[in-house]
Structure formats: C-alpha cells, structure tokens
C-alpha cells in the first residue's frame, strides 16, 4: 500500500501543465494518482482515477491516502466551486499540502476568468491546509493559440497597452514539480516570462516565424479591463521569478 506522503494526487494532469508535471513527479520517485473526468488505463506507474470536480463526485476516492494534491485543472468557468469542493475533500482525507496554479492579476484585472481564479485561490487558502499557490503568466502556448487565429485575418489588431509576459510551461511545471516536493510556503514570488511584449511584438515575432506579412491596426481596448492592462496589472517585473526562455525562442522550436 502506499505510504501517505509519497502519494501526489494531480488534477488536470493531461493538460498542458499536467503532461509535463507528472514525468517530473515520476522521475523524483514520487508515487502519483492522476484525476480525469473520463476513464483512463494506467500508464507507466501512474494511478488512474475517475471524478468530477465540478459535481464532486468521485473526489473522496481520489484523494484517500494522498499527501499532497497539486490542482492543476481549470477552465473558462466553474473553478472556485471545482476547487472548493476538491478541497472539502482534500481536508476530509487529511491532505498535508495542496498546491495550486494560478495567474499572476488575479487580484487586479476585472475579468471573469481572474475573479474565478482569485475565487480558487480563496478556497485553497481558506481550507484549513497548507497550501501553496505560485501565480505565471500566460504560457508560450496560449499566446501562440492566439496570434495563429488573429494571423487567419486580413488585418490583425493591435490593442493599445495590451502587454503580454508569456513564459514556457516546461519552467512552469519545473517551479510547480520544486513546489510540490517542498514544504508549503503560501503564496509564492510570481513566475513569468524574461520579456514584456506588446500584442503587436507578438504578432510580428509569429508572423515572421511562419515568413508571412500583415498589416496591424492600432484598436483601444475599453473600460476596467482595458485601464488594467494599461496599468500591467498582468505582468510581474519586479519580485517575481524570471523565466529564461523567451517567445524568440518557442517560435523557432514550436513554428520555425
């Protein structure tokens, strides 16, 4: 049977993050129990279970005999109840320490997606076990999801003060995997990207990776969200952990 503090139950752990976390945990030696909505076959010594965060079934099984849960699931809606019914669970089976993901403005920027972020990051914090919460920029991946669709159009827009810091997953999951093995430290010094870019900066940098041309157009992007932005209140200078790998450098891997 396996012994409590070796066990790491990971949510989301075929996501973006997750394909690159569970290696890592494997390869520390760590024994690991990944959670999926949908049935998986173990692969590779991994723990398959099947649960629900959002309904909270399946979770009591998931988390029995687990240390430590590093939650990486999220989507575009529902992740303070996800998370908060993960960490009813979580405290009913005695976790020692949870370990979230979440994104550097969660408490500044007025969009639906922040505010449920901060709504997750509020439930971990307040379920009575130790935690740790690390906040990164938007990943290389997601700016690329981005530019690839904005390049499909005759014009591409270029939002005024819309500065983006993206950083490479890989050195996310990295920090996460540091995270998860040591002692829970609360909220943890940001992590984002070496280089502040503009949206324009990104197209460009995309467009001459694929050696395509586009005209950009400059737009304002208004209200709350917008004076946010312009006040980069995504983006973590100072006090913050710096990424090495820049967006050059995904491109030439990635696109090039």
Known sequence: MTETNSLLLVTGGT???????????????????????????????IDQVTGDLR???????????????LHLAGGPKGDEEATSNLMEAAAAAGVRHVVYISVIGADKVPLSWFAAKLGAERAVAGSGLPWTTLRAAQFHDLALTVVEKMAKLPVIPAPGGLRFQPVDAREVAARLVELTLGEPAGLVPDLAGPTVYGMAELSRGY??????????????MPGKAGRAYR???NLSVEGAHVGKRTWEDFL?????
């Open 252 to 256: 030439a891997e990635r696109v090039s």
């Open 55 to 69: 309904t909270g079934e399946g979770l009591a099984a998931a988390v029995e005999g687990a240390g430590t849960v």
């Open 231 to 233: 006040a980069g209140a």
């Open 207 to 220: 467009l001459a990776a694929r050696g395509k041309r586009r005209l950009t157009v400059p737009v304002r």
């Open 15 to 45: 996501g973006t993050l997750g394909r690159l976390v569970v290696p890592m945990l494997r390869a520390a030696g760590r024994d690991v129990r990944v959670l999926s909505r949908q049935p998986r076959d173990p692969a590779d010594g």
